[in-house]
């Protein structure tokens, strides 16, 4: 830069002005490029940023939710819609009747603002679980309130000694209430009315998401009602005591082997299943879905019955309208067995 000044030969005064014009345009230059560098940065952290800012805000702000197993999950997690995080303790697919909580579900609940239970006894886990979470500032929300149990609606075809050795006899009621469509309404109106009082901030998003649901489950009870009026009064064998309540509300008859669903019959079942069909005027004959029982199979065969599927869903997907997919194929199975 200087070489060129003395080269043209240009006075004292315009020499000193050529650097400091060069230098002002290099640091405007470099100025600008730093400017331009930071508010590309800017604009591309900018909407992370305020997401990342936001997020964790909006997280804090949700109320949490546990629920039991899958039925209590599908409810919740109707009406909680995207207002509030739902978690479900019992893995689908794990028999609630035996589980034994992990310092997972423990944890789960000591965290939790609000625990969604079947009630009724099913969930015997969940007494010493709640007591060693220690969480004081914790809801319950017993789904079954306000609704009529049953006990003995249907007969059981069991032994007095299997009855004796049962753990699980439900004294309280049986808990299956699900499984009735008007039923799960009411579970869903107590899940409602629950996460209403526990966070009120969110009553309209709870009670417009609860409405969509319960349309739906008066749409479901409509659909058995017209199918099953059909063919009144069939009566069906299980070996899951878990239909009574949808056996009552349709006209139907379910005579329970056992009452707890088991990997494979005992002799006692078997011969309970045969003193069934002999004793009641039996059309079907139901088992647990996914269960590859060859005894079951032969058994049935010997009693010149179909064996079918009938889903007490406690496993399946977690998507709420798996509820509906689940009862709609019960339905048709025992449009099938009925007829």
């Known amino acids: 830069m200087i070489w060129t000044c003395i080269g043209r030969k240009i006075g004292k005064e315009g020499c000193g002005i050529l650097p400091l014009i060069t230098l002002l345009t290099l640091s405007i230059a470099a100025g600008c490029n730093q400017s331009n560098t ?3 940065t800017t604009s591309q952290q900018s909407p992370q940023a305020q997401e990342a800012a ?11 939710v546990v629920t039991t ?6 409810f919740t997690k109707a009406v909680a819609g995207n207002v509030a995080d739902v978690e479900i303790l019992v893995p ?10 992990t310092p ?11 625990l969604v239970k079947n009630g009724l006894g099913l969930e015997e886990f969940l007494k010493d ?3 060693n979470a220690q969480n004081p500032k914790l809801t319950e929300i017993d789904t079954s309130k306000g609704i009529k149990l049953l006990n003995e609606i249907s007969p059981v075809e069991e032994t007095a000694k299997a009855e004796k050795d049962h753990d699980h006899d439900h004294t309280a009621g049986n808990p299956h209430v699900w499984l009735d469509p008007v039923l799960a309404k009411q579970q869903v109106i ?8 526990s966070d009120p901030a969110n009553k309209a998003a709870y009670e417009a998401n609860a409405a969509t649901y319960i349309k739906e489950l008066d749409s479901l009870n409509g659909e058995f009602q017209q199918t099953l009026q059909k063919n009144p009064n069939c009566t069906f064998i299980t070996f899951h005591d878990a239909f009574p309540y949808l056996a009552q509300r349709y006209k139907l008859k379910q005579v329970a082997v056992v009452k707890v669903p088991e990997d494979q019959l005992s002799p006692t079942d078997v ?20 269960v590859d029982n060859k005894l079951l199979t032969s058994l049935s065969q010997d009693l010149k019955l179909t064996l079918r599927p009938l889903d007490s869903l406690e496993t399946g997907e977690t998507d709420p309208q798996y509820y509906f997919k689940a009862m709609r194929a019960n339905l048709q199975t025992l449009e099938t067995a009925c007829k």
Do not use: C
């Not at 936001?54 to 949490?64: D, H, I, R, W």
């Not at 197993?69 to 599908?74: E, I, Q, S, V």
């Open 38 to 40: 930071n508010q590309g």
């Open 54 to 64: 936001s997020t964790p805000s909006v997280q804090a702000e949700k109320t949490k």
């Open 69 to 74: 197993f899958l039925p209590m999950y599908l």
């Open 92 to 101: 689908p697919g794990t028999e609630v009747h035996e589980y034994q909580a």
């Open 104 to 114: 997972e579900n423990v944890k789960a609940i000591a965290t939790a603002n609000v």
């Open 129 to 131: 679980t709640v007591k």
């Open 190 to 197: 107590n899940i409602r009315d629950g996460l209403i009082a």
């Open 271 to 290: 011969q309970n299943a045969v003193n069934a069909v002999k004793k009641y005027k039996v059309k079907a004959l139901f088992s647990e879905p996914g």
